[in-house]
C-alpha cells in the first residue's frame, strides 16, 4: 500500500528527495513519518508530520537539514534531505499511523502501514 522512491547514492553535501505513496486508501487524517535502519542498528524516527501538516517532528540529528512535507491530495509524503553526511547512510522506511487524527509517534510500535523501504548511501 506504500510505496517508497527517491534513495540512491550521494557525495557528502549533496541532497535528495524521498517520496511515499500510499495506494487504496485516503490516509489524509492520519500522522505520517520516515524511519531509518543502519546496518546493526535499531530503526528510528527520523521525521514525523501530522495529519493536518502543521505540525512536524525532526530527530536532532537531521534538524536543519531535512524537510518533512505531506500532499494529502496526492496521498503522498516527501522528506527533502539537504547537507547529507555519511552517518546519514541507512534505509529508509514510510510509515502511517493507522489511527486518524493521531499525533505524531516516535515509536515504530504505533505506525500500521509501512513502505519497503529505500536505500540512502552518502559517501564521503
Known amino acids: 500500500q506504500l510505496q517508497a522512491s527517491g534513495g540512491g547514492l550521494v557525495l557528502a553535501g549533496g541532497s535528495l528527495r524521498l517520496s511515499c505513496a500510499a495506494y487504496?486508501?485516503?490516509?489524509?487524517?492520519?500522522?505520517m513519518g520516515w524511519f531509518r535502519q543502519a546496518p546493526g542498528k535499531e530503526r528510528k524516527l527520523v521525521s514525523g508530520?501530522?495529519?493536518?501538516?502543521?505540525?512536524?517532528y525532526y530527530t536532532e540529528s537531521v534538524k536543519g537539514r531535512f524537510t518533512i512535507s505531506r500532499d494529502n491530495a496526492k496521498n503522498t509524503v516527501y522528506l527533502q534531505m539537504d547537507s547529507l553526511k555519511p552517518e546519514d547512510t541507512a534505509v529508509y522506511y514510510c510509515?502511517?499511523?493507522?489511527?486518524?487524527?493521531?499525533?505524531?509517534?516516535?515509536?515504530?510500535?504505533?505506525?500500521?502501514?509501512w513502505g519497503q523501504g529505500t536505500q540512502v548511501t552518502v559517501s564521503s
Open positions: 510509515a502511517i499511523n493507522g489511527r486518524r487524527f493521531s499525533t505524531i509517534e516516535t515509536e515504530q510500535n504505533e505506525y500500521d502501514f
Open positions: 487504496g486508501r485516503s490516509f489524509s487524517r492520519h500522522a
Open positions: 508530520v501530522s495529519w493536518t501538516g502543521q505540525s512536524t
